[in-house]
């Protein structure tokens, strides 16, 4: 019954494919030969834009590109030079070998060649033939090379991508040369034609995650992809979750190691950000600088971050749900302070709680969208004033200003920005639970996210991984960090049983060998 259903899903995606295919068929539009009709089709298609040059070059060649997205210098010196110096009656293949450029093309469709016209190529049309020169001479300006705003770390590289895929890919190969390295290109929107780029290295990914995002992307129909943010929301596999279940990075490093793990990996051009997944929950709470660490010290910062998080989901609710329900298990050292400081609060705790909460993510949204150092001030000097003027009105207590502070404060641990946001969201259905219903609300809210968690994949892998299902040879790294000798080379939901798995195939081929020589 299961492989009935998987052949009829396999057939209706082979339909799919061949209507699409069949779609792009009919759109294809061929080149005129002739120089006016073909000048009039490209005005048409492009609507007679301002920047548009058209040279002509001799009676019968025109060369044709966008002003400011060609290479002038190589425009000027290879290609007019080559035009202006070729013998009458030369053929679109004559000038093609004759260029002596990295990227030159023939091409005979008219829509293609304006999307090349429109990432930097120059066209080159000879009268009576129904093909064109494409020469890549693109002079595109990107931003330079820079550390990484939202992944900085102390130990390790400094240099994060830009928005160049070109470039990107470039630092994807310094890291990995290697000949395994694959690299498939796809074009998405209808409007905006992005590239992207679908890395991984054969033998290590696993082929069923590979052709997972590959079908994901190719089965996308949507006008415009501007960001890879955007992408990760359509190719991941539960969009309503508030949890990430894929790994938005802008630290080459990073992405090269979830590559070298068995990870696939996506570069958008335009996006600073790649794209790196499968991604398991407890590898969002891991940083690369973990690795550059010596593993008792990598492991007590682990340590330290899941603390934090505790305390930034919990604590606050905790504190509403005790001051509601359960007095009685509030010390009795601590009841005095505690009713001294709430004696003239008009609120009961959950309004009390959710009132701060609110005050803090207002300063942490305004400090972020703001320049850095005026951000940085209004952070700091709005949370001393307002914190203070509330406790003096008598509006909120000074022992849930700490409270409030602290789970803002450990927060910022996580590592991963979405898995920040995700935290920061959570918090607020807890304190409500826990406002109506006390511990059994907080439990509750546990149980609910626990089995949300349970359910969730990423890619078609458990999102739990390694401890649901358990998988006890990625327990050394995970919660802390064992030393190297402990550690297997792929990582978490990247096992290939077909793969190079680096250190566990060493160890295989020497005990094989031991056994033939005994």
């Given amino acids: ?127 009576g033939f129904s093909e064109v020169v494409i020469a890549k001479i693109s002079s595109i300006q990107s931003r330079g090379l820079s550390a990484p705003e939202n992944e900085s770390q102390v130990i390790g590289s400094q240099v994060g991508f830009n928005e160049s895929i070109a470039t990107n890919i470039s630092l994807v190969r310094r890291y990995i040369t290697n000949p395994d390295l694959c690299n498939e290109k796809f074009t998405l929107g209808h409007q905006t034609n992005t590239s992207l780029s679908l890395l991984y290295i054969h033998g290590i990914a696993t082929e069923e995650q590979v052709n997972t995002v590959r079908q994901r992307i190719t089965d996308l129909d949507i006008a415009d992809i501007i960001d890879s943010a955007v992408l990760e929301g359509l190719i991941d596999d539960n969009s309503l979750s508030l949890f990430p279940q894929m790994l938005l990075t802008e630290r080459p490093d990073r992405f090269c190691d979830g590559l070298l793990s068995g990870k696939v990996g996506i570069l958008v051009n335009g996006s600073s950000m790649a794209i790196l997944g499968p991604q398991s929950f407890i590898e969002f709470f891991q940083s690369r600088e973990d690795q550059n660490l010596r593993w008792s010290i990598a492991s007590f910062v682990r340590l330290l971050r899941f603390i934090a998080i505790f305390i930034s989901i919990y604590l606050t609710p905790i504190y509403v749900a005790t001051l509601t329900f359960h007095y009685e298990v509030i010390p009795q050292p601590l009841l005095v302070p505690l009713n001294e400081s709430r004696a003239i609060v008009p609120f009961p705790p959950i309004i009390e709680a959710l009132l701060l909460e609110i005050i803090i993510e207002l300063l942490r949204e305004a400090g972020a969208k703001l320049p850095t150092k005026v951000g940085q001030t209004i952070g700091i000097v709005g949370g001393i004033v307002i914190g203070t003027a509330a406790v003096q009105a008598g509006i909120t207590s000074n022992i849930l200003i700490i409270i409030v502070a602290l789970g803002a404060l450990s927060s910022f641990t996580t590592p991963n920005y979405m898995m920040g946001n995700a935290i920061r969201i959570i918090r607020f259905p807890i304190i409500i639970l826990a406002g109506f219903w ?16 349970l359910r969730q994949t990423t890619l078609g892998a458990p999102y739990l991984a390694p401890f649901y299902p358990p998988r006890w040879k990625d327990w050394p790294d995970s919660i802390i960090r064992l030393p190297s000798t402990f550690l297997s080379r792929q990582g978490i939901n990247n096992r290939n049983p077909q793969g190079n798995n680096q250190g566990e195939n060493e160890g295989n081929n020497q005990k094989s060998e031991k056994k033939v020589t005994e």
């Fill in 1 to 127: 019954m299961f492989n009935k259903k998987k052949k009829e899903k396999q057939k209706k995606q082979q339909n799919d494919q061949q209507k699409k295919e069949a779609k792009k068929e009919s759109k294809k539009e061929p080149i005129s030969s002739n120089r006016y009709e073909f000048l009039q089709s490209l005005k048409e298609k492009l609507h007679s834009p301002s920047d548009l040059i058209i040279r002509y070059v001799s009676p019968t060649t025109t060369v044709i590109y966008v002003d400011n997205l060609v290479d002038i210098s190589l425009l000027n010196e290879q290609v007019l030079k080559e035009v202006q110096n070729a013998k009458q009656g030369a053929t679109p293949q004559d000038i093609h070998t004759n260029l002596k450029l990295p990227e030159v093309d023939v091409m005979d469709e008219l829509n293609k060649t304006i999307l090349e016209m429109l990432i930097g190529a120059c066209i080159i049309h000879i009268e």
């Fill in 438 to 453: 006390g511990y059994f609300g907080i439990m509750l809210a546990v149980c609910f996210i626990f089995t949300h968690l």
